[in-house]
């Protein structure tokens, strides 16, 4: 796998007092991780690991969900509440249920602006989840 | 456990190797070359002007896989018009299922769309459900060739 970054100036300190998010590059995942693919620490988390073997830019794309506040859509995936699905979200293919490279769904973009990690306080700001200030 | 990414799935499974889904387009047409049954072309999302070239030997059409063995890398290889660099790896002992993996020249995809991205939607299978590993892990054998193949 090939990443090409941008190198932005940035610690701790400007973000907020919030950690860093992180995308750790294995060379393989399978042993590695708790269920040998790629994983977030948790929904809403800051912390991806993924493999340069196996993993593409769709694999990516889905944990980076993870980390904007989106649950799994698979059956044994996790939820937005971290409970394990038993069966598949009914209907199309979508980021969070396969690798097919199809875009989010209504439910995965209603999760993410739902995300407690994403809703400030208006005395921070802007509160997406209120509709604002 | 934490959230994962879904187990890969095939999106077109045949007996020795599968195409995993993560591709934008695939096209299957008869071969040519008495040597092959077909040849797939696989197309990712981000640069379609760089697809990985699969050419499928007849015996790639029983059995199962029982070996990943990067056996060669040569430039120049004419096809479609084009010049490739061609990858074979052998998914049978028996030498009958040794798929030749066409990849553009690094000058022309140095991003590695297709070396990179088309080799790990490619996997062989060790069971008849297709359980297997993706051809991924062989790229580490062939990317100092690839990067080679500037001129």
Known sequence: MTVTAQAVPTSPANANGNALNTITVVPNTIGVTQSGRAETNKVGG??????AAQDTATTVSHELGHTAGAGDQY??????GGNILPADVPGPNNIMKDLS??????????????A???VN????????????? | MVPAAPPAKCEIALPVWCIREGAYEIVSQFSKHNAYRRVWIIRGFF?????????????CR?????QAEALTFDKHIKWGGKEWNRMTVQLKKDGSCNIELLVPPFSE?????????GLALVQRCMTTSCDGDSLGPLRGRFEMAWRDSRE
């Open chain 1, 46 to 51: 800051n912390s991806v690991t993924v493999g």
């Open chain 1, 75 to 80: 059956a044994t995936g996790r939820d937005v």
């Open chain 1, 101 to 114: 490279g199809a875009p989010a769904n209504s439910q995965t973009l209603g999760e993410i602006i739902k």
């Open chain 1, 116 to 118: 407690p990690t994403n």
């Open chain 1, 121 to 133: 306080t208006c005395a921070k700001g802007m509160s997406a989840a209120s509709g604002g200030c």
């Open chain 2, 47 to 59: 640069k379609p002007s760089s697809p990985l070239i699969v050419r499928e030997p007849y015996g």
């Open chain 2, 62 to 66: 029983q059995g199962l896989s029982d």
């Open chain 2, 109 to 117: 995809d140095p991003t590695g769309e297709a070396f990179f991205g």
